[in-house]
């Protein structure tokens, strides 16, 4: 790349460097000009907005029957959100490009979007004496509309570490690209003159005709080169003039290069190296947003399951109140149990129905959330929308967990999560910055060279009477007086500016340096919270475990007890009190151990999302997603 020697006075050499490179440039073999990039300067396609063959593979029969891994699989290949991050990464080349071409960088979306809440699976306490409950029928509530919960908005996670204030752009960089400057002009004009004697006429007509082409192109040293041919051909009615129609030509070659502000390959070259580690940034936002929705279609399909599971709990729960029902009934009848007994037993029937309601209603909720966030349409797809979700996959535990230290999963976390690692990113994007805006503050000392070759050439007006033959001829001679260097001016000098008091400069430096600051400190944030989600990861973990092996334990001693209660009641020995009691405290025990494990199952994939390892652990390929596989 060309850079201004002080030291060189030939300045015909000169020339032909500069122009031998403009015509590298227009040729398009200038690196700083050259296209990168996934997208090779190319739009993006149009976006589809089918769902993949996945999803309708899965349906069979009205149903969809859905594992875990099939549910990674449609959010991959249909989610709208990691869809939408997908248009990021030819976002971040044109940004290069652009910064290539001399341009400032826009900027990237750091705002990510997590999968919808949902309305979360069942939750019960582990209750394991009756004597807690002091009511005779099993709880119910009334249904609540999803939306009036907030459970099926996206919450956003913005990740930008400077904020909605950007820093300053500081000592603008030159426009690497050349350009071609053009101009072609006739004029026709006609002045009235005061003095016959002038021109031998009382009104100069003059027909001028403008023919000018240049080349110019900036450099990252920050050299600013022109590269300009201009033409002239003017006639006059003049009886004085020597030479009408005449044409003047010059081939001029102008040079300015900053040595303070402005000056340099590093400064001039920083927006293109903010622009590729913005690249490396569209990557890390993508896998975060992998991350993201992968841990939310785990949570949304565990909740799922547990309500699935739930359903049948309360299914169940009815179909004992049912016989609880026929049995008192007949009791009644024969004489054995008193009225009040039948009445006790239908109230617990009715509040059993309303549960199952309940749990129904809820697990079609869910459903309907999942379904939104595995489809590109949502409901908007007929067969989609009348097809009910079946798991293939229950709710497990590992009989033991196998947990390396805590401070070993801090680290992991800290070094391998990508919302950390963009952040280190923009961080460093932010001190590359700062060279401008600290060059900024420096005073303008500009060198500047100029060349020129002029030509004339005319015919003779045969009005003179004693004519100068030394620019008579065309066109061409005017060229080869310019080729020939008839005619050359040429000079260097030096250009200063020197601000009193650059008090823009100075803020916009002392701003920027506080927001590197406030960066880093919100950096800071970042890995405290990552601490944070572990260490809560894992005691969600261990007290999930507790639960579920309480759940258990109260779920088994629940059923002997209703078991023994029956077998009183089957006998007179008992009333529809206790067994109602014992049924509800069951159901409980039974609810309260799936939601254990869905508890479990989710603290175990908060874990995984913590540390960063949630694609790894569930065998996603981060090259298949970005492909939309």
Same mark, same amino acid.
């Given at each position: ?60 029969? *009205? ?45 990237? @979306? ?10 979360? *699976? ?22 609540? @509309? ?53 021109? *031998? ?20 040293? +920050? ?14 009615? $003049? ?28 400064? @001039? ?163 590359? +910055? ?20 002029? *030509? ?91 639960? $579920? ?81």
């Amino acid at each position: 790349m060309y850079q201004w020697k002080p030291t060189v006075v030939d300045l015909q050499h000169f020339s032909r460097q500069v122009l031998s490179l403009m015509l590298a440039s227009l040729l398009c073999t200038c690196p700083a000009v050259a296209q990168t990039g996934n997208t090779g300067g190319k739009t993006a396609g149009a976006t589809s907005y089918d769902n993949s063959e996945r999803l309708h593979t899965l349906i069979r029969a *009205g149903n969809l029957y859905l594992s875990l891994q099939d549910a990674l699989a449609l959010a991959i290949e249909n989610n709208l959100d990691v869809e939408l991050q997908r248009l990021s990464f030819p976002i971040a080349d044109m940004d290069l490009l652009r910064a290539k071409g001399g341009g400032i960088t826009r900027g990237l @979306n750091f705002t990510l979007s997590e999968v919808p809440v949902g309305v979360g *699976g069942p939750l019960s306490p582990v209750v394991t004496n009756p004597a807690t409950s002091g009511r005779a029928t099993a709880g119910t509530s009334v249904a609540t @509309n999803a939306l009036e919960l907030g459970v099926l908005g996206e919450p956003q996670d913005n990740l930008s570490m400077q904020g909605t204030i950007l820093q300053s752009n500081g000592t603008p960089v030159p426009v690497f690209d050349p350009a071609i400057v053009g101009q072609v002009n006739w004029t026709h004009q006609t002045t009235p003159q005061p003095s016959f004697s002038t021109y *031998g006429t009382s009104s100069l007509v003059t027909n001028s005709t403008t023919a000018n082409a240049g080349v110019q192109q900036g450099f990252a040293s +920050g050299a600013q080169v022109g590269l300009n041919f201009n033409n002239n051909r003017q006639s006059l009615n $003049s009886l004085t003039t020597g030479y009408t129609p005449y044409t003047g030509s010059s081939l001029g070659l102008t040079a300015t290069h900053p040595l303070l502000r402005g000056f340099g390959t590093s400064l @001039n070259h920083r927006f293109i190296r903010i622009a590729a580690n913005q690249q490396k940034i569209t990557s890390l936002l993508f896998r975060q947003q992998l991350i993201a929705t992968v841990y939310g279609v785990i949570r949304l399909y565990t909740d799922f399951v547990a309500l699935y599971e739930d359903e049948k709990v309360k299914q169940d729960t009815v179909t004992l109140a049912e016989k609880l029902l026929s049995d008192t009934k007949a009791q009644v009848d024969e004489g054995t149990l008193a009225q009040v007994e039948l009445t006790r037993s239908n109230a617990q029937l009715f509040s059993t129905r309303q549960d199952l309601i309940n749990s129904r209603g809820l697990r079609e909720e869910q459903e309907a959330i999942l379904k939104n966030v595995l489809t590109r349409t949502g409901n908007g797809d007929p067969e989609v929308r009348t097809a009910h979700i079946i798991p293939t996959d229950a709710l497990t535990m590992p009989e033991k967990d196998d947990i390396r230290p805590m401070q070993d999963l801090i680290t992991d976390a800290l070094a391998d999560r990508p919302d950390l690692g963009q952040a280190r990113l923009q961080i460093d994007n932010s001190r590359i +910055g700062l060279a401008g805006a600290k060059n900024a503050t420096l005073p303008e000392v500009d060198l500047v060279g100029v060349m020129q070759n002029n *030509g004339l050439a005319g015919t003779v007006n045969p009005l003179i009477g004693s004519p100068d033959l030394t620019y008579s001829g065309g066109y061409g001679s005017a060229v080869g007086q310019v080729l020939a260097r008839n005619y050359p001016t040429y000079g260097i000098g030096v250009q200063v500016t020197l601000p009193i008091h650059n008090r823009i400069a100075e803020a916009d430096l002392a701003r920027d340096e506080l927001q590197v600051k406030q960066s880093e400190i919100r950096l800071r944030q970042l890995q405290n919270q990552a601490r944070l989600e572990v260490e809560d990861a894992l005691i969600a973990m261990r007290r999930a475990r507790s639960s $579920s092996e309480a759940a258990a334990q109260a779920r088994a001693l629940q059923q002997e007890s209703l078991e023994a209660e029956q077998a009183k009641f089957a006998v007179g020995a008992s009333t529809s009190f206790f067994v109602i009691q014992y049924e509800s405290l069951l159901s409980q025990a039974k609810s309260t151990e799936v939601a254990a494990k869905s508890s479990y199952v989710k603290a175990r994939a908060a874990l995984q999302r913590a540390m960063g390892s949630i694609l790894d652990e569930n065998h996603i390929s981060f090259d298949a997603a970005v492909k939309g596989r």
